[in-house]
């Protein structure tokens, strides 16, 4: 069968938009397995051949074997790791964004896409308090968000403190692994810094640079809002003020929890975020926005751009004063790219602010309720008070054979996804609340499984 793969074809197109049609409307959303390759290897058996399958096959295949067989981020029963909980507006934006092919490297080819981004970015700048002019980007998770920061911040630290010799920037082991691992690719070495009850303090920042050999290769600081393990937020203010007065670039990871940044509520627990550098939130995450989406923000534009502006003869245009606006890719590691933001630049604009906030209130209530329904029960009790939405609870008895075959039940018997983690050296379960369907039956359904 020979088809145009270039003009639109309704044999085609019926059988995708239908899924899309069906998929956004279920409620609740199955949380479905994970599986092996087995469970694949003989439906995908010489799928791919010189000439092609019928559409509707190949989409039976994706809905019947494929599909099934991930687990679904976005179920009300999805509580390990950070689920995803995406709007409808900002889903299907996201489905616009790919049926047009819309792309957003630069101000001269994109600048539709880069203003409504910019929006954003601008409405995220003003709730954390970083002045005018502020700006960034979005990138696609807040590992290649943080990279990219602190790749600025070696490149101005470098340039601040001269010499040879390995720079440092300072850090907690309560920060995300992605902090380490940037690190080590960007050749900065980690200074750890002993955490207060897993909270970074600017006291303990200030002693470990103090006690460092070489304290004036301590170039910057890496603070965490929202650590992903707790949910604990680092004494932002205290760490900022040290920076702001030593010269230090002050980045802060709120990949998950900066979006309490919407929620009048919390927005205390934020103080300090204004004096960053830097920062980082995922909108794939608390922010309701589906994946791959991490708004990356400098206080000083200028200085990402000096960093991560690409040079080539084919992209001097981009560069001409006419067309300098505001290019995306001069703000991170990354040229050709999807409007991420757009999906939830939509979605704001349709539901506005406000309505973010209750959701991740909603989010904190049900985290609460289920650390009060933890501390009534017999068989479980709390490792310690809910940080933000994330709970760690212990069954009492109970070793880390006994969690993950839990874990491993709690799948196969389609009640939810939780994961066991780690805290101070036990194994124990951990609750990640964030989807507003969550509800306390569901929680005290989970709860039942481990007595
Ligand atoms: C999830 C998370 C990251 C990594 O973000 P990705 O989007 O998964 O790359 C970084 N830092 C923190 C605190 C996180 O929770």
New binding site residues.
């Given amino acids: 069968m020979t088809r145009d793969m270039f003009s639109f074809d309704d044999n085609l197109a019926a059988p995708i938009l239908e899924y899309c049609r069906n998929r956004l409307q279920l409620q609740p959303v199955e949380l479905d397995f994970g599986g092996t390759s087995v469970d694949f290897a003989q439906a995908l058996e010489g799928l791919l051949t010189a000439h092609g399958n019928d559409p509707t096959a190949v989409m039976e295949l994706f809905t019947n074997v494929l599909a099934p067989r991930v687990i679904s981020a976005d179920s009300e029963r999805f509580l390990a790791f950070?689920p995803a909980a995406p709007t409808k507006a900002a889903l299907l934006m996201d489905m616009v964004v790919s049926a047009s092919s819309l792309h957003a490297a630069s101000w001269l080819e994109s600048a539709g896409a880069v203003a409504a981004e910019n929006q954003v970015l601008e409405l995220l700048a003003r709730l954390a308090g970083l002045p005018d002019g502020a700006g960034g980007t979005f990138v696609?998770?807040?590992?290649?968000?943080?990279l990219s920061a602190l790749v600025v911040a070696r490149d101005v630290g470098a340039h601040r403190v001269g010499g040879d010799g390995s720079l440092k920037i300072a850090l907690s082991g309560d920060a995300?692994s992605?902090?380490a691992s940037a690190l080590r690719i960007i050749g900065v070495e980690p200074l750890y810094v002993p955490a207060v009850d897993h909270r970074l303090t600017a006291e303990a920042l200030a002693a470990a640079i103090a006690n460092d050999p070489h304290p004036d290769r301590v170039i910057g600081v890496a603070a965490?809002a929202?650590?992903?393990n707790a949910g604990i937020i680092d004494d932002l203010a205290g760490i900022g003020a040290y920076a702001t007065a030593n010269d230090l670039w002050f980045h802060v990871?709120?990949?998950?929890?900066l979006a309490g940044l919407f929620s009048p509520t919390i927005r205390s627990a934020y103080d300090g975020i204004e004096l960053a550098d830097s920062f980082?939130v995922?909108p794939?995450?608390w922010l309701f926005a589906p994946f791959?989406s991490?708004a990356l923000l400098y206080r000083q534009p200028h200085l990402a751009r000096s960093v991560h502006t690409q040079h080539a003869s084919y992209l001097d245009i981009l560069h001409d004063d006419r067309n300098v606006e505001w290019n995306p890719s001069d703000y991170a590691i990354q040229l050709s790219r999807r409007p991420k933001g757009l999906p939830i630049w939509f979605s704001l604009a349709v539901h506005g602010t406000a309505a973010y906030g209750a959701a991740v209130d909603a989010a904190l209530e049900i985290a609460h309720r289920a650390a009060q329904m933890i501390e009534a029960a017999p068989h479980v009790e709390l490792v310690r008070e809910p940080g933000l939405s994330v709970v760690l609870f212990r069954r009492l008895g109970w070793g880390p054979d006994d969690y993950a075959r839990w874990s491993e039940q709690l799948v196969r018997d389609q009640i939810a996804f939780v994961t066991p983690t780690g805290w101070e050296g036990e194994t124990c379960a951990r609750f990640a609340f964030l989807n507003p369907h969550t509800s306390e039956a569901i929680v005290a359904e989970i709860l039942a499984t481990m007595a």
């Fill in positions: 950070i696609g998770g807040g590992s290649i968000g943080n995300h992605s902090i965490t929202g650590t992903t990871d709120g990949a998950y929890g980082i995922d794939h995450k791959d991490c």
